[in-house]
């Protein structure tokens, strides 16, 4: 199906947030997205990028008993992901498991295979372990933050280390590092911490107010970004965190989404209720860089950092999703329930 001047789109039925690149289907380009209805009975879709790159393709429809508000795919197990979902009174979180033949069952259910089940507050969303495979995920609720230990033959899951945030603040968010399986990233109300998963323990802190999303580059150490309320697209060196390195406009309404590219690391995505899902040129420190030289560019570089801004939508944009297999190809999701795939093949360095 054709999705406006340039993407290639597939609808949903229902209105949607949240969208997944299946990192561990090595053999096709798939992105896994879940509805967002309080009345109806919601969806997830399995959704393949056709060979020849001109069609997206479901490969499955599964049913889904709540309102999907997270949705993550098992970094090596193309079959299994997590959702965070409402029933419009409480939330809870689950680990799924798609059924072996979906693709010869009429009506194929999904597989729980475990509960995160020890939240008493609502919750966020849930991280992976970043590389490889390995039974723990971090689920994150507005108060706490759990470390999970998996048992997909028993079904169950048990919370290995606990820790709260205290009165004051409201945990909202999250990203694992990808260099320091020990460390991740969590957003409060008023600022960035950073916690040592071992001890569970905080070890330091961004003072950032309203940062709604973020993303450690996968292939630099210590470089993250943020997409701010106020600031727009914020990247950080956090070895000397005082303030971000680079400040990008991000969109004209909230900027809501952002992530890394995982190949092409000085590209970076946003998406914002503005209706739009900006490219960005970032060039970032590369891994022998001195901690004080930062993310400044060349004078041969352009100095208008956006490349681009995708904006055949007619909603907003809440959800992105750069491919692994094929770092060119990205997956966007507007509340509407539209899902598009661009390719960014015109922008990628020249080698």
Avoid at 15 to 37: E, H, M, P
Avoid at 200 to 212: D, G, L, P
Wanted: hydrophobic share 35%.
């Amino acid at each position: 199906m054709q999705g406006g001047a340039t993407g290639i789109g597939y609808g949903l039925k229902y209105q949607a947030r949240c969208i997944s690149d299946v990192k561990a289907d090595t053999g096709n380009t798939s992105f896994i997205t879940g509805t967002l209805s309080l009345k109806e009975e919601n969806e997830v879709h399995l959704i393949r990028l056709a060979s020849g790159g001109t069609e997206l393709v479901c490969e499955g429809l599964f049913s889904h008993p709540n309102e999907i508000w997270d949705l993550a795919s098992c970094p090596f197990d193309s079959r299994v992901f997590s959702t965070v979902y409402s029933s419009g009174e409480s939330y809870g979180a689950a680990i799924w498991q798609f059924p072996e033949l979906y693709g010869q069952m009429n009506s194929p259910q999904l597989e729980q295979l475990a509960l995160l089940n020890a939240h008493d507050r609502k919750i966020k969303c849930v991280l992976w372990w970043p590389s490889g495979k390995h039974d723990k995920v971090i689920s994150i609720d507005e108060g706490n933050l759990f470390l999970w230990s998996l048992d997909s033959s028993n079904k169950t899951a048990k919370v290995q280390l606990k820790e709260s945030v205290g009165m004051l603040d409201y945990f909202s968010g999250g990203a694992w590092d990808p260099h320091d399986w020990n460390a991740a990233a969590v957003t409060c109300d008023s600022s960035i911490q950073f916690w040592d998963i071992r001890t569970m323990k905080k070890t330091s802190s961004i003072e950032r107010a309203h940062v709604r999303a973020m993303d450690y580059n996968k292939k630099k150490q210590n470089i993250l970004v943020t997409a701010d309320d106020e600031a727009g697209i914020c990247i950080w060196d956090l070895r000397m965190s005082n303030s971000p390195v680079r400040e990008l406009p991000g969109h004209t309404h909230w900027s809501w989404s952002v992530q890394f590219n995982p190949e092409y690391d000085e590209l970076i995505l946003s998406a914002g209720t503005d209706s739009a899902v900006n490219l960005w040129y970032a060039p970032s420190i590369s891994s022998d860089d001195s901690p004080n030289e930062g993310l400044m560019e060349s004078p041969t570089h352009r100095k208008d950092p956006l490349l681009n801004s995708y904006n055949d939508y007619e909603d907003s944009v809440y959800g992105i999703a750069w491919s692994s297999r094929e770092p060119w190809f990205f997956a966007s999701l507007s509340y509407d329930g539209r899902v598009v795939v661009e390719s960014v093949k015109q922008y990628l360095p020249r080698k």
